[in-house]
């Protein structure tokens, strides 16, 4: 069955980066639109950034425009996010999500990572 694993969760220090990964298994993951989303507590859930299926296009959330880095390998089927320059609004659960290149909506879902930043 589809998994996806997102790992590189933790706590840093406001202006710190770091690197999260999705890990997917169970899907052909050259055929799928890769996703980054957030979610706080109270909060809905925001899109952060997406990268289709070859790696050529992404777009991002403007909140993390320009400080957030979305890539993927497919040699290792994982996705990455690159997060620079931490701010503490960037506290949230990180989730992965992927879907067909042809649809509207994300079919699949990792089950997050915890990222805090501290001031």
């Known amino acids: 069955q589809v998994l996806l694993v997102a790992t590189g969760g933790g706590l840093v220090q406001a202006g710190a980066s770091l690197r999260l990964s999705c890990a997917a298994s169970?899907?052909?993951?050259?055929?799928?639109?890769m996703a980054w989303f957030r979610q706080t507590p109270g909060k809905e859930r925001e899109f952060v950034g997406w990268?289709?299926?070859?790696?050529?296009?992404?777009s991002y959330a403007d909140s993390v425009l320009g400080r957030f880095t979305i890539s993927r390998d497919s040699a290792k089927n994982t996705v990455y996010l690159l997060m620079n320059s931490l701010k503490p609004e960037d506290t949230a659960v990180y989730f992965c999500?992927?879907?067909?290149?042809?649809?509207?909506?994300?079919?699949?879902w990792g089950q997050g990572t915890q990222v805090t930043v501290s001031s």
């Open positions: 990268i289709n299926t070859s790696g050529s296009s992404t």
């Open positions: 169970g899907l052909a993951f050259r055929d799928y639109t």
């Open positions: 999500a992927a879907r067909l290149s042809d649809l509207s909506t994300f079919t699949y």
